[in-house]
């Protein structure tokens, strides 16, 4: 039986079946920590391949090994999946499995919310990667997103990203934005309300401290981000014009949001 804020022990005659199903259905913070820097190892290696292919083609000069449409390719998908699919993922995976035990706290403060989280940034990874295959862009039937990690207005805008590939990786950010944004929660709620007797916050060790911080950075900064997302998504689908300046848009706007 599982036990709260501790890893449930697999008897070992589990077929491999019901052992994917037993961590895909867990609530349980070591489990989802350990999915969470697992995940973020499983992107830094794919982000590492598409470093390595640019690097490839950088090393010797006047090379023809990869295009420039996919070289563009390349480094926003490297960018992105550096930043929003290695990075964020490690660090909350790491709070996840380390903050409630520090803190003296049987789990998170909201166990199925967690899961939620993590299956939110896993799913908005997938959508991410889908553009490989599934956006009819520019560049014929497979097209990931191009217009760099930062996304700069106008460059996203339907006439210098005509394809589906720009609404793929709107859509991927924000799903995942909006799994950080449920973790933050989480590591916020567990660290003020679920210390242990006896834990004031000054005693509390540095990590949680860091985490605590962190989250509330994250608590900050991802909802503004998944704002602006929200708003390109607005502009490219249904004409709004909250970037674009023949318009009355401001491109600066996306600058100062992002
Ligand atoms: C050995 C490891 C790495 C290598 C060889 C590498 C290589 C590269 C290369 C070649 C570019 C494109 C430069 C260009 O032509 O514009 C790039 C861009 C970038 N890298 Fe890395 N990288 C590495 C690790 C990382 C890590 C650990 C992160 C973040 C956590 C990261 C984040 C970025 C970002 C944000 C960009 C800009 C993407 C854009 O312009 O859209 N990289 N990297």
Known sequence: MAIAGHAEALPSTMTLGARVHSWVVSVDHKRLGMMYVGFGLLFFLVA???AAAMRAQLARA?????????????FTMHGTTMVFLVGMPILLGMGNYLVPLMVGARDMAFPRLNAFGLWLFVFGALLLYYSYIGAQGLYGTSAAPDVGWFAYAPLTSRTYSPGNSTDYWILGIMVSGFGSITTAINLIATILVMRCPGMTLLRMPLFPWMMLVTSVLVLIAVPVLTGAQAMLLLDRSLGAHFFD?????SAVLWQHLF
């Open 62 to 74: 006047g090379s023809q090994l990869i295009d420039p449409a996919t070289f563009n390719q390349l």
């Open 245 to 249: 300046t023949e318009q009355g848009g």
């Open 48 to 50: 590492g391949i598409e």
